[in-house]
Structures are given as C-alpha cells and as structure tokens.
DNA sequence: CGGAGGATTGACCGGTATCAATCACCGTGG
DNA sequence: CCACGGTGATTGATACCGGTCAATCCTCCG
C-alpha cells in the first residue's frame, strides 16, 4: 500500500511495502492462479473466510468497510503491484472491490501459512508487511483528523504523485482511475466537497483538471506548501 | 491495544492481542528489565532508533503523533497488559508518553529479533499483534470519519467499557486517567466539545460524571442505540 | 486559605454537509 | 454522424455542527 505524505515519517514505508511485496511474490509460494474482475465487482467481503491474498497485476481496487448507517470509509487503493487481504485474522477485515477491470493473482492462504511456518524469514516479512499498512493508515488518520477537506485533496494528489515518481511515471500528470465519490470516501468528505476542492485549486492555478479522470499538476510547490512542507527534499 | 467498538468486525482484535500480548510476554525472551516513569515523561520519541518494546504494567500511556502545525493526533492509549512500540521500522513510529505515574518492562528489540528468527511461531504472534494494531487503528479511523463529536465519546467510553470486562472489571465504572485534551486528540475534536459531549450524555441520563476521572455508566442500551448498535449479543 | 491547572459553559463564526439544479462526458441506437 | 439518455461532476444556496475565544467553576495541594 502507498502512504500519504503529509507526515512527519515520510515515505518509508511505502518504499518498505513495495520492497516487501516483491519478495513476498519472490518466494517459493505454490498454487497461485490469475482471476480477472469486471468493474465494480468485488473481490472478496469484509467478513468472509479469507483463502487468499492479492496481488494486484492490473487495474485499480478499493479497499473500504461499511459503517452501520450505510457509509463507506475507504482505507486505500490498491494499484498494480500491491498485496492486499494480508493480517493475522481468519476473515478479512474489509472489503475489496474492483474499481475498473482488474486482474490479480491469487496466492492461497495455505501456501502462505505453510511457508511463514516453515520460514521465519518469510514470517518476518509478515510482519514487516503489515507494520508498513499500519504505518500507512495512521498517515491516513493523521491526514483525516488534522486537515481541512481543500488539505486532504492535496494531500491524496501528492500521494498519487509520488506514487507516480515511484513507479517511474510522470509525477505532474496524475490519473484518477476512481470516482469522486471513492475519494471522498477515502477522505471523509463528500464528491461535492471533493469537487469544490478540485475547482478551487484549479482557479489558484495549481492544477489543471483535463479530464475529470485526468489532473495536471502546474505548481507542486504550491501544493506542498498548502499543507505546510515545501519540496526541496 | 484495543479496538474501538462501533464497527462490524466487533472485538476480536481486542481479545487476540490480549491473548498475544500474553504470549510475546511468555516467551523465552531474555534481559527484560523494569522502569518507572513520571507523570507527562516520555517513553520513547517518534524517529527514535528502536531499542526496546514495552510492555504497560501499571500506569497509562498515550501514544501519539504530532503534525506540522503542532497539532497532535493520539492513537491508542495503553493500558496495563498492553505491549507498545511494535513494528517492523527501525525507528519508533510514534512517540509514548506517561500519563500518570507508570511503570513498563523493557523487552530488548536485540532479544525480540533473536527469537523472532529462531522461531518462527513467535514472528507469527508479532505478525497476529501487528495486525491487531492494524486492526484497531482501521476502527479509529472509522470512528473519526464517520461518527459525529457525541458518537465519537460514545465509542470512546463503551470501549473503554469493554476493556474494563475483558479485565473481570465493573463495565459500568469507568476511570478515565487521561486528560479531556488526550481525549480530544484521539476523538480528533477540541476538549471543549469533549465536555460538552459528556455533559449532554449526563443530561441525557446515560452517563453520571462522578468525578472528572470517574464516569457512571447508567444507560449501556442507550448508549449503544445512539452508535446505532443494540446490545443483546 | 489561596493559587494553579483542568473542566465546564456560553457566544459567535466558519467550514462542510446537504439539498437542488445544471453541466459534461460517453456509450448506444437510429 | 448525430440525437439521446444516463451516469458522474460541477456549482450554488442554506443550515448546522463544532472550533475558537472568553468567562467562570471545580479540584487538588501546598
């Protein structure tokens, strides 16, 4: 999983997370299978018996719980290369659905139990795992309790633009394979409120909104210094 | 740590890491020492190189960050049984501090890495405590993003409430050893609101404010409807 | 008894949700 | 190729929740 930046421990852990899932992938795991899912079709339900993990091969998932009074808090996106569906409990604690067409790989639960019990190496990796989603939802806690909505859109493009950095893709050209009601999901507020936001930032001229699925960044300095940190680092 | 109560997965986590705690503790881990901390002294600071994990045995912490603009967001307060300062990083990841008079045993990381590599049942009981971490701060999230202020220190009191019977304690007698502004910074609202919040649950006839550390559970049931959550199970 | 820190209560204001109307985009079918 | 319909996005008007400032109260200790 990625990590929002505006925080004081900046990106390791998603530096972490993306090491710790290649090797995941690396080891000597049997039985994994490719699956495809159409357009918001889920891929498995908070609540259900968990029997495999996913790595995301291609295409975008939110991961989201429902609260009681029917609204959704979405914790992250899943973006090719991640794993999603890991921890310790026996059902999954959320649920992932496809965002547009996606394909994953299916890595059994058993093989993984049998090798982290075999290997504490491998267990290790667990762990490390899993200490980087913590770490990148206590960013997301940090930017949900203590930003304002016009921060937190700024926060979730620059974490979308790192993302790209990381991946070797245009850090100022940023596609939004989610709608606005995803991100709102994701950040607490709602699409009007996201679009308001978009608009705004827009009009300061630090942005371009090309597609509503297509954002230009024009002065990423600007951003940065929206939510006091500046980018020379 | 705990688990806030208002979400779907109920509190599994609560009950595992209690179990897990106890069994990291029950490990043949070696050169465990004791230490007693002041009122408001840290434990450990944020970006701190990671030398020991912590285990609460009489006191209270609270384990927090803070933002750029001062601001600071809590994420658990530990309670006595309760382990801090796990994860993968090499650095602690949030500072603890004392809120009252504590005293803590220190597990050396030195000792905790030998085991957890020797042994990989016990990387996996650091994977299962992780998750539960995970697990917790997934439900604080929920708390923050979908809950009002009133809901907020509802779900606040009815987990404290529930830790209280996990421990053979009175579930209804609540001692509250945090300030109204560590309460705040958990709940992500200012301590006026806190107050102002208890004040209507005591208008409400829910609660009785014995004294600022004591609170009396009266109306479990209502508090319970009022998260939208009845009580029968 | 007095001082200090924490808690409570009130008044006011701003940010954001909500409701509502319109717009933009895109796939479909004539 | 264009008209049309549906979904999602944008923009505007309004109400209200909660932050902030300020005054007072409470409780614990010296």
Request: proline fraction near 2%; aromatic fraction near 6%; include cysteine.
């Amino acid at each position: 999983m990625h990590t929002l930046v505006a925080n004081t421990s900046e990106n390791g852990s998603l530096k972490q997370l993306g090491r710790t899932a290649e090797s995941i992938c690396e080891a000597k795991l049997i039985g994994i299978t490719s699956k495809a899912f159409a357009a918001k079709h889920p891929i498995f339900f908070e609540g259900d018996a968990k029997s495999c993990v996913y790595r995301i091969e291609k295409g975008a998932i939110a991961l989201y719980r429902m609260a009681i009074d029917g609204k959704r808090q979405v914790f992250d996106f899943g973006l090719p290369g991640d794993i999603v569906g890991l921890g310790a409990a026996d059902a999954y604690s959320c649920t992932a659905q496809a965002i547009g067409a996606v394909r994953v790989q299916c890595i059994p639960l058993s093989s993984l139990n049998r090798l982290a019990a075999e290997d504490s190496g491998f267990a290790l990796k667990l762990y490390q795992a899993v200490s980087s989603e913590l770490e990148a939802t206590r960013n997301l806690l940090m930017a949900l309790a203590r930003h304002n909505s016009l921060e937190r859109v700024v926060i979730f493009l620059l974490t979308l633009s790192r993302r790209n950095a990381l991946h070797g893709k245009n850090p100022s050209l940023l596609t939004l394979p989610m709608t606005r009601l995803d991100i709102g999901d994701l950040l607490g507020i709602s699409i009007e409120t996201v679009s308001r936001s978009l608009s705004k930032l827009r009009k300061f001229g630090m942005i371009d909104v090309i597609r509503t699925t297509t954002v230009q960044i024009i002065d990423l300095n600007g951003l940065n210094l929206l939510i006091g940190r500046a980018t020379y680092h």
